[in-house]
């Protein structure tokens, strides 16, 4: 064993609703346990859109907030939106 190996210690490439990295250790492959388990749906970001709060993906869609909120397997896709200039809007 390498003693280095030990202070290595990657951290989950996951990323917080907050928009910040997170920096949980990883438990599951390139993810922390919280994020292994967002992992195999899809990630959501909280983002401001039309001045509301959605959850959006990485690729802007914009989910159903009440199914998201309540844990629903597949959360219906409402709609996408893009960012002009500073304001996130809906298409
Ligand atoms: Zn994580």
């Given at each position: 064993?390498?003693?280095a190996k030990k202070f290595a210690t990657?951290?989950?490439v996951g990323v917080l609703t907050?928009?910040?990295a997170c920096l949980r250790k990883r438990q599951h492959g390139d993810f922390c346990a919280y994020h292994q388990k967002a992992n195999q749906q899809v990630v959501l970001h909280?983002?401001?859109?039309?001045?509301?709060?959605h959850f959006v993906d990485d690729k802007n869609m914009v989910y159903d907030s009440e199914a998201v909120v309540t844990k629903q397997p597949n959360p219906r896709v409402i709609g996408q939106?893009?960012?002009?200039?500073?304001?996130m809007v809906m298409l």
């Amino acid at each position: 064993m390498i003693a280095a190996k030990k202070f290595a210690t990657p951290r989950c490439v996951g990323v917080l609703t907050s928009g910040n990295a997170c920096l949980r250790k990883r438990q599951h492959g390139d993810f922390c346990a919280y994020h292994q388990k967002a992992n195999q749906q899809v990630v959501l970001h909280l983002i401001e859109v039309n001045g509301i709060l959605h959850f959006v993906d990485d690729k802007n869609m914009v989910y159903d907030s009440e199914a998201v909120v309540t844990k629903q397997p597949n959360p219906r896709v409402i709609g996408q939106c893009t960012k002009i200039g500073d304001t996130m809007v809906m298409l």
